[in-house]
C-alpha cells in the first residue's frame, strides 16, 4: 500500500540504542561478579574476551554523558545476571548497587531505561549443574533473578524485556552453553523453547503482581522469510522456515499456543513436544505488554525434499562477503540468497522493506504493540584523520527509519526503535572487527589501545533525527 499522507512519529516516541551486558561492560569478575556462559566462552581468544571489551562497567557515566549528547530519550541495556546472583543462587550485593548507579545516572540525563534481563549470559554454575536452559529448575533460579530486578529497580525502570532472541538462541545453542552431551538438537530446541516460554509467563506474572505499572514483553530475533519463487513448494518452505522459527515460539510467549503442523512434524520424528495441561493454561493466563523484536536481515527460502542432506545454520566468521552457508532442513526449508538484496561483508541481506513487513505481520497476528529494539549494519571502521566516516551505516539506519515510520503509517503501534548498538561492543561472532555503534571505541581484537569514545558521523545523524522526531532524516547537511 502507498500512502497519500503519512503519519508523524508519535510525541513520546522512544528514539534509543543498545548493547547487552557482557558485550559492553568488562569487569568479568569484578565486585563479586561470577562467572557467566559468556565469559566462560570467549576466553579462547587473549584479547576478544569479556575482561574488557568496551569498558563500560568503569566509564559508564562518561557513556551516558555521550547519550544525553546524542539525544536519547531511551536507552536498552541488560542486567548482567552473574553480577547480581554469581552462582544463580547468593545475592550479590554490589551488583545491585552498579546498576542503581547506572540507572540513576541515566534517569539524571532524562533517559527512560529499558532493562533487558537476560542476554545470553546466565550463571556458568547453573549451566554446569543442569545443563543451563535445558533444566526446569532454570525457571525458578530465573524468576528469583528477575523478582530482584523488580523490586530494587522497578521504582525507577518502566520497560522490560524477558529473555533476548529465545528463538534465536535455540537455532545456534552454542550462544548459551551448547547442547548437553547425547541429546539430540532437536529436542534440546523444543525443551529449551518450552522452559524459556514459562520462564518468560512466570517473570511476566511476577512483573505485574510487584509493577502494576510497568511494561513487559518478549524479544524476538526476525528475519522474515520470502518464498526463493512463486512455486508453491517454495511458499510453503517460507511457511515452514516462518512457523518453525518464528511463530512457533513466539505464539508460546504470546498466546499460549503450539503451532500444529509444528506438533505433527515432531510426533513424526518420535518426539511427543505437546504441553501438558497445566503449563498449557499457564502461558495462555499471560499477556505481554507487548513484543520487542531485533531485525537485521530478511532470509528467503526454498524447497528441501526429505532426502536431502542436513545442514545446521551457520556463521561467516570471517567477514569474508560469500562465505556464509545456508541451513537445509530437509522436509521443510534451505536458505538460499536475495538476488534483489545488497548484503553486508558478513552475507546479512539488506532489506529495509522487511522491517515493515515484519512489523505488518506480527502485529497482524498477535496484536500487540510493537518495540524495535536491535537493528543495525556491522561493518569493519576505519578511523581516519580521527574521524569515523560511517556513511553506509547512515543509510542503512535511514532507510530502515523511513520503513518503520511507513509501518507506523499502515497502522502499526510501534512505541520505540533502538539501533544496535549505542557504541562499539564485542560483536557476538565477530569480536571488534564488526562495529555497528554510534560511538568509536579505540581498540581492536589484538590490542586494547586507548579505549577512547569518538563519535561517528552517525551519532551526528542520529542526533539530527531525534531531535527533530524522524522529521530530519534525509537531510545529509545536516551531518557534521
Ligand atoms: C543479536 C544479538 C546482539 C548482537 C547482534 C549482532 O542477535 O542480540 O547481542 O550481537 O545480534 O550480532 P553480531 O554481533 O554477531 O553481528
Given at each position: 500500500m502507498e500512502h497519500l499522507v503519512q503519519k508523524p512519529f508519535p510525541d513520546d516516541f522512544l528514539w534509543g540504542a543498545a548493547t547487552a551486558a557482557y558485550q559492553v561492560e568488562g569487569a568479568f569478575d569484578e565486585e563479586g561478579k561470577g562467572l557467566s556462559v559468556q565469559d566462560a566462552k570467549n576466553f579462547s581468544n587473549p584479547v576478544h574476551n569479556t575482561t574488557v571489551t568496551s569498558d563500560h562497567y568503569h566509564r559508564f557515566r562518561e557513556d551516558v554523558a555521550l547519550m544525553k549528547s546524542l539525544g536519547l530519550k531511551s536507552y536498552r541495556f541488560s542486567i548482567a545476571w552473574t553480577r547480581i546472583y554469581p552462582d544463580g543462587v547468593t545475592l550479590n550485593p554490589q551488583g545491585i548497587i552498579f546498576y542503581n548507579q547506572l540507572i540513576d545516572e541515566l534517569l539524571k540525563q532524562g533517559i527512560e531505561p529499558l532493562v533487558t534481563l537476560y542476554h545470553f549470559d546466565h550463571p556458568q554454575a547453573l549451566q554446569q549443574a543442569w545443563g543451563g536452559w535445558y533444566d526446569d529448575r532454570m525457571i525458578d533460579y530465573f524468576a528469583r533473578f528477575a523478582q530482584t530486578c523488580f523490586n530494587e529497580f522497578g521504582d525507577r525502570v518502566s520497560y522490560f524485556m524477558t529473555l533476548c532472541e529465545s528463538n534465536n538462541v535455540v537455532l545456534y545453542p552454542d550462544l548459551i552453553g551448547g547442547v548437553p552431551e547425547g541429546v539430540a538438537v532437536e529436542a534440546w530446541r523444543f525443551q529449551v523453547s518450552r522452559i524459556m516460554a514459562l520462564a518468560n509467563a512466570k517473570v511476566i506474572t511476577l512483573c505485574h503482581e510487584i509493577l502494576p505499572q510497568a511494561k513487559i514483553g518478549p524479544c524476538i530475533g526476525y528475519a522474515v522469510a520470502y518464498a526463493a519463487t512463486c512455486a508453491p513448494q517454495d511458499v510453503l518452505a517460507a511457511m515452514n522456515e516462518d512457523e518453525f522459527r518464528t511463530f512457533y515460539p513466539l505464539d508460546l510467549l504470546c498466546?499460549?499456543?503450539?503451532?500444529p503442523t509444528v506438533v505433527s512434524f515432531f510426533a513424526q520424528r518420535g518426539l511427543d513436544i505437546r504441553l501438558a495441561e497445566h503449563e498449557r493454561i499457564t502461558l495462555k493466563n499471560v499477556r505481554p505488554d507487548f513484543i520487542a523484536f531485533n531485525y537485521y536481515q530478511s532470509d528467503v527460502a526454498k524447497y528441501c525434499p526429505l532426502a536431502s542432506q542436513e545442514t545446521q545454520p551457520g556463521f561467516n566468521a570471517d567477514g569474508q562477503k560469500g562465505g556464509f552457508k545456508y541451513p537445509h532442513f530437509p522436509g521443510l526449508y534451505a536458505g538460499d540468497s536475495n538476488p534483489y538484496l545488497q548484503r553486508n561483508d558478513w552475507d546479512w541481506e539488506i532489506d529495509p522493506v522487511g522491517l515493515r513487513i515484519a512489523c505488518r505481520k506480527l502485529y497482524d497476528r498477535y496484536q500487540l504493540p510493537l518495540m524495535i529494539t536491535e537493528n543495525g549494519l556491522g561493518a569493519c571502521d576505519s578511523l581516519i584523520g580521527g574521524e569515523i566516516n560511517d556513511v553506509y551505516r547512515i543509510n542503512y539506519l535511514q532507510q530502515h527509519i523511513a520503513q518503520m515510520r511507513l509501518a507506523i503509517s499502515d497502522g502499526v503501534p510501534i512505541w520505540g526503535y533502538y539501533p544496535w548498538s549505542f557504541m562499539d561492543v564485542m560483536s557476538t561472532s565477530n569480536g571488534y572487527h564488526k562495529r555497528y555503534g554510534f560511538v568509536y571505541i579505540d581498540r581492536d581484537d589484538q590490542q586494547l589501545k586507548t579505549l577512547r569514545r569518538i563519535k561517528k558521523a552517525s551519532f551526528y545523524w542520529y542526533q539530527q533525527v531525534i531531535s527533530s522526531n524522524g522529521k530530519q532524516l534525509f537531510n545529509q547537511e545536516s551531518c557534521k
Open positions: 498466546l499460549g499456543r503450539q503451532n
